[in-house]
């Protein structure tokens, strides 16, 4: 599975914006590439990963729970099988 910033690579300017957008962020960088770095930086930051944890549906915490589990490896396939593609 491709990290956060490696999955941000093809995207545009405009999308990475609108995906920082959805998570309540406001991106300074002007530059796609900056900016899917300060989008991951962001979003890594400990008190956001919280808050937004405490949010998420049962369905995603227990698909959260299994990425924990195996230390954040699980074939894409395998992953999609057990909790539906990634939205």
Known sequence: MPDLLAS???HDLGHIRIIAELWGLELDSHERDAAAEEFTASILDPELVRETLDVLPADAKRAIDALLAAQGR??????ARRFGEIR
């Open 8 to 10: 941000l690579h093809p």
């Open 74 to 79: 699980v074939p894409w396939a395998e992953f």
